[in-house]
């Protein structure tokens, strides 16, 4: 289709979802619809590739991270916010490598804030967490409401072997800071096979203590990693019928707008999600993209399609390129990723979680 969209209006807050299957759903005013109907209106954007922690399955100890010139600047980064929130995109969670890292990242949220109430209805942030007793005030006072902190022991010994640093402290802190300034709070759990597996019903009891979600999230073939992906893979098939010999666990429809799968655990009370890329593809729902901290738009996790949007904005001031590059990147949306248990062992995407933002 040609670019004539860019004089498109903004999507009214609740249009049209993307259609179950079959032929694409009418098209909403300025929205962002793909050729299988899918509607995105969820922006994952990450704001740096650095990180204070170096997760064994995310990226190398001797990670080379990119020239902080390639990086967009705020500026760029609120461009991009509002090209997505004229688009009818209405959820923005910031990501990285471990966003609050990101010099000043106070106050680029702060930016970002201003758009809420102005097309964007949310405004979320994933973290490792270990700056986040230093920042959750601050969060929960510009209109942050939710956010995601990944946390996959709770014993240090692991955590430091996993993170391959000694901060499992900070990162506990930033958790009770977090829900002592009021913001809900959801656990993010790799499931690793003989490393944490034994731990997972801990730490969904320990996390709905405090009256957290959690939800646990499969392995995936991201980058190259210096571990055994083969051998750390655990299917949460297998995990959630562990699970029931000990919880009650009840399907609920609770959607965050992301692609989990929810129980209520019934002895805690507590949200338990499954995110199962391996197992089980969550595509055909898939209603989000990724911008990584250098601009590049990616429309699915797994695959190369996308654009550059960093060049975009800095070729056209006027904006119109960027809006005309994120469309036609939507239009070449692929139907879904390939991840394949059988082929862990190599990397479905050269890009690990960390430069795609997780
Ligand atoms: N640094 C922040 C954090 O750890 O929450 C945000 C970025 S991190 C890349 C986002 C999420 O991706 C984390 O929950 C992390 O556990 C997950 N992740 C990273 N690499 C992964 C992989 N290969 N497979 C599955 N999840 C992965
Ligand atoms: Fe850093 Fe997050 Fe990757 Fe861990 S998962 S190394 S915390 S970016």
Request: overall charge neutral; charged content about 25%.
């Amino acid at each position: 289709m040609a670019h004539t969209l860019i004089n498109a209006r903004p999507a009214p807050a609740s249009g049209a979802s993307a259609s179950e299957g079959g032929a694409p759903a009418v098209r909403p005013a300025g929205a962002l619809v793909d050729t299988y109907g899918r509607r995105v209106r969820y922006l994952r954007l990450s704001i740096t590739d650095r990180c204070d922690l170096r997760c064994v399955y995310c990226m190398p100890e001797r990670m080379t991270f990119l020239p902080r010139k390639d990086l967009l600047s705020f500026e760029e980064l609120d461009e991009l916010v509002a090209a997505f929130a004229f688009f009818g995109v209405d959820k923005l969670r910031v990501t990285g490598g471990e966003p609050l890292v990101r010099k000043d990242a106070m106050e680029l949220m702060a930016r970002f804030s201003r758009h809420l109430g102005a097309g964007l209805k949310e405004l979320t942030l994933t973290t490792n967490g270990t700056l986040l007793a230093r920042h959750a005030g601050e969060l929960s006072a510009i209109g942050v409401r939710r956010i995601n902190v990944s946390l996959d022991t709770l014993r240090r010994d692991v955590f430091e072997r996993l993170a391959r640093r000694d901060s499992l402290d900070e990162v506990l802190r930033g958790i009770d800071a977090a829900l002592e300034a009021g913001l809900h709070v959801k656990l993010n759990t790799v499931a690793l096979a003989g490393v944490n597996e034994a731990e997972i019903p801990e730490l969904i009891t320990w996390a709905h203590a405090r009256g957290a979600d959690i939800t646990l999230i499969e392995t995936m073939p991201m980058g190259e990693a210096e571990t055994n992906r083969v051998e750390d893979y655990l299917p949460l098939d297998q995990v959630r019928e562990r699970l029931q010999e000990r919880f009650t666990l009840t399907d609920i429809p609770f959607n965050t707008g992301g692609p989990s799968r929810y129980v209520r655990v019934e002895e805690t009370g507590g949200r338990l999600g499954f995110i199962t890329p391996l197992s089980h593809n969550f595509c055909e729902s898939c209603n989000r993209v990724r911008v990584t901290c250098t601009g590049r738009l990616y429309t699915c996790l797994g695959r190369e399609d996308g654009a550059d949007l960093r060049e975009a904005m800095r070729s056209d001031p006027s904006g119109e390129s960027l809006r005309a590059a994120i469309l036609s990147a939507i239009e070449r949306k692929p139907k879904g990723h390939d991840f394949d248990a059988g082929r862990l062992s190599t990397p479905a995407s050269p890009r690990t979680m960390s430069h795609t933002g997780g």
